[in-house]
């Protein structure tokens, strides 16, 4: 197989999830979409900021609804060197807490095909869904096939790009990271080019609901994903 030339990344798409009608999940305060929405921003803004010759495209900068397919469409269309997906978690055990990273690939565990279906459910939403994700049923684990299928000529780059982001959270801020793992994710399907949706923590876990509604934690997170673009950015354009 020829491997995809990327020798640049030069542009770089921030998806914050969910947002309008879609409000994913939440704690007893705070909504995904506006944590996700927040430290998106953020993330953007210390690239724009200190790394002029990147372009940075964001699917969304307010409260706004959009498809999965169409997250993936502006991705596609702008050919970005990379897309990051901004998530936040949750599970029935308040105690869990902590970060983790996903690419595209086959789940190892329930854990992850949990969150991947999870995420999965907002096509649920869009009209004439099933022609539109080309009969993928988000609750149906034969669905998740398909994705064992697609091995990513990306998915060595994402990995790369995924293991320095936990890297960042651990070593640099402190947070508890449950590493980078591989799920079933229709928008990092969809997206050709390297890609990784990073939940930020759980909003179920009372101390890191607190963390992530703070704009002291959103910038922290914020500032991990920022230098581990940057360092990504480096490896890439050191193997030219």
């Given at each position: 197989m020829n491997r995809p030339a990327v020798n640049t990344v030069d542009t770089v798409v921030i998806d914050a999830g969910h947002g309008g009608k879609d409000p994913g999940t939440h704690g007893q305060f705070v909504k995904e979409k506006d944590v996700a929405l927040k430290v998106?921003?953020?993330?953007?803004?210390?690239?724009?900021?200190?790394?002029p010759g990147v372009k940075v495209i964001y699917t969304r900068k307010g409260d706004k609804y959009l498809a999965l397919d169409e997250r993936a469409d502006i991705a596609n269309k702008?050919?970005?060197?990379?897309?990051?997906c901004i998530h936040a978690n949750a599970v029935p055990r308040e105690e869990i807490y902590g970060t983790e990273t996903y690419v595209m690939g086959l789940h190892k565990t329930e854990g992850n095909l949990d969150v991947a279906k999870r995420e999965n459910a907002?096509?649920?939403?869009?009209n004439n869904y099933e022609q539109r994700y080309e009969g993928f049923d988000p609750n149906s684990p034969e669905s998740y096939i398909l994705f064992s299928l697609a091995q990513s000529a990306f998915q060595e780059s994402s990995l790369k790009f995924a293991e320095k982001v936990?890297?960042?959270?651990?070593?640099?801020?402190?947070?508890?990271s449950h590493g980078v793992k591989q799920a079933g994710f229709w928008v990092l399907w969809r997206t050709a080019m390297p890609s990784v949706l990073i939940e930020v923590g759980f909003l179920t876990n009372k101390k890191e609901e607190k963390f992530l509604s703070e704009t002291n934690g959103q910038e922290l997170i914020a500032s991990g994903i920022y230098r581990a673009f940057k360092e990504?950015?480096?490896?890439?354009?050191?193997?030219?």
């Open positions: 998106a921003l953020k993330v953007g803004a210390y690239i724009e900021k200190n790394m702008a050919k970005a060197d990379l897309f990051i907002v096509i649920l939403l869009d936990e890297s960042q959270f651990k070593s640099r801020l402190g947070r508890k990504y950015k480096a490896h890439v354009e050191a193997i030219n």
